[in-house]
């Protein structure tokens, strides 16, 4: 099976990162920003202001657009789209974490096209180029900063879709760990368990592997379980902090799926989004709350890999049966998302959701029965009821 | 420090890569190809046929020379150059392993700029440019079609020296592990030895390192380690193939020098350059037939992070003496290298020079006095002379 890895994402990392803006901006030709940011911290912390001032110097006009929020919302999109047409706009620089890096894909998309942004998140259109962008990172956690995909959520109907093309990467990516210093601790295990899990998902998938993608998978894995940790333990712990954000691009850029045909599993982001969708939870949280009952319910398709990652990042010893194995791998997984303070069920993440509500959810999921979710096993409605309703705790 | 990571190469890793070669060279709208090889096996076995099928398919035009051989001359690539500019060329496809993709380099950078090409590999100037090239790669070794570096040798005094910008970085490089079985069992090792040295001449470093970098580099070695031992049984085995040539581009990338200021130690590479300046040995056999020498010379710098990697890679104990561990490290890769019948000095690489070769090796290695090798420690042509000397065995 052939595997595309392209990650052409210019990156810089260290303290000094951010002076690079203007110059990354320079070198990209970039004649006029939409700045777009999240929460006004970033405003009140002078970060936009260092930034602004270094298109001054170079000459580079700008407009700021904020309030990206989690689970970026369409409405945004669109006004960042009419916003960036009526100033004529050629860039996009995103300046927080995987809500604005999202939010500006999505209006790089719908900048670049005529027709509805919305029809590259439900599927209905691929897209064909996009408005170049450029990161300043502020959080680490979803890994967009060197990622192909984006997800955006349409407040019509609480469905949060990705769209994953080349065209999105970013050009360039700047990343100061200082900046996560003031991340709170949630946010801090909720991008902890983020990065952990694009490296489960990818883990977890049917085809045969890489052997050297297996280990830098695990490697990746032991890190931010580690400095995930210290992190929490030190909130300005540099060294802990510059780990986990370059955990972060790593995790999702492609790295660690070389060698399974571009393909992971993906089944507990599928079912994820469908409840921050519907419940506005934090994306890392809700995988994690998910994530010991989806294991439970198809380890038996490959117990072994289970097993050989209880070995190899918890130090398991093996014993004569896989599955029991690969049980007590999951058990230590979810023991190091307690370590964290993440939630292992749907009750620790505050969600209760009723039977009919586990329905709509899973017939989301089906994109109302057009599609399974999964590859490590393919899943149907009935599967992913059965998961959401273990998950409850 | 602040770290640049930036490999913007476009790979595809597989069975069927190089049925993309037509597609990619498209895509990056080539007009006219110079394709550069080296051993005229490649167009005896059909691959070169396979290539320019695609092309004149895709109504793209090409001229053909071969002749790179390892230790890649000055003299071809200027004729390449000529041949470039004599058929408006605007694209260079390298098709073999690090000697091919060099030479192709250089010539990118040749075609690009008035002036002499060597003035780059001297120092004397800077290149502002290059041709756009690409890569169908049939050695797992160099890590050259990813990386931003590429060493020439000048046949007038026998000089080796290097060349790095991010502009010959390939726009592509098509990794199928099969073009790999019929390489001869030296040049396999010769190839495993020198992606482990990438890897190491990053590892030793003075600057504080990053340590998800540090487990990445050490996943890496042992997965190379692992698949060098394999490919040597087996030479079809497809998968120790495939995690080998990943790891090539892996191991010379960027991706194992994150978080230390984009510098690692490359001591041994600079003195194998004028080893292999002067006798044409294998780079690979060269790199390994000092690194042993290097290490005992250095060690003392830093000998827990020498410990570290024999605790880490090799399963070494830790003793109370930071000092005996990082000899028993150095033995230990010693004696992985001997596994891999590569040699671990300068008798077993069948070189034997006089104290006045290595008296003139020593100079050349200093630039004729003009600089310093090496940041793990800094050496000076005393320090050179002694490893070199230490080398002999």
């Known amino acids: 099976m052939m595997t595309e890895y392209y990650a052409p994402t210019d990156v810089m990392l260290g303290k000094d990162a951010v002076s690079m803006c203007g110059e990354m901006l320079a070198r990209n030709k970039a004649g006029k920003v939409l700045i777009h940011y999240g929460s006004e911290r970033v405003v009140r912390n002078g970060l936009i202001g260092q930034i602004t001032r270094q298109l001054d110097e170079k000459g580079i006009g700008y407009v700021l657009l904020g309030g990206a929020q989690p689970n970026p919302r369409l409405s945004l999109v669109r006004k960042g789209i009419a916003l960036g047409r ?33 029809d590259f998140y439900t599927g209905a259109r691929k897209p064909s180029g996009s408005f170049p962008l450029g990161v300043v990172l502020t ?86 379980i580690e400095n995930g940790q210290k992190a929490l333990q030190d909130p300005e712990d540099y060294d802990a902090r510059a780990n986990l954000m370059w955990a972060s691009s790593l995790s999702h850029n492609g790295l660690m799926q070389v060698g399974n045909g571009n393909r992971g599993d993906w089944a507990c982001h599928q079912m994820e989004h469908e409840l921050s969708g519907m419940y506005d939870v934090a994306h890392g949280a809700g995988l994690t709350a998910i994530w010991g009952s989806w294991a439970r319910h198809v380890y038996m398709e490959d117990s072994e890999r289970f097993a050989v990652l209880g070995e190899e990042l918890f130090g398991l010893k093996r014993t004569s049966d896989p599955d029991r194995d690969a049980l007590q791998a999951i058990k230590a997984m979810e023991a190091c998302f307690t370590s964290i303070h993440m939630p292992i069920t749907l009750k620790e993440l505050g969600v209760d959701p009723t039977d009919e509500e586990i329905d709509e959810l899973a017939e989301k999921a089906t994109f109302f029965g057009k599609r399974t979710i999964g590859s490590f096993q393919i899943l149907d409605k009935e599967d992913i009821v059965a998961i959401y309703t273990a998950a409850r705790g």
């Open 86 to 118: 009526e100033e004529n706009v050629d860039f996009l620089l995103a300046v927080g974490g995987g809500s604005a890096i999202d939010s500006a894909k999505a209006m790089a998309y719908g900048l670049y096209d005529e027709g509805d942004v919305w």
């Open 139 to 224: 959080l680490a956690a979803t890994g967009s900063e060197m990622s192909d995909s984006s997800v955006i959520t349409n407040e019509d109907g609480g469905l949060k879709r990705g769209c994953n093309s080349n065209f999105c990467r970013p050009r360039f990516a700047l990343l100061d760990p200082t900046l996560t210093y003031s991340v709170p601790p949630y946010q801090t295990s909720c991008g902890t368990a983020d990065i952990m899990m694009h490296t489960l998902e990818r883990y977890f998938h049917p085809s045969a592997t890489l052997d050297l993608t297996d280990k830098l998978s695990i490697a990746l894995l032991r890190s931010v």
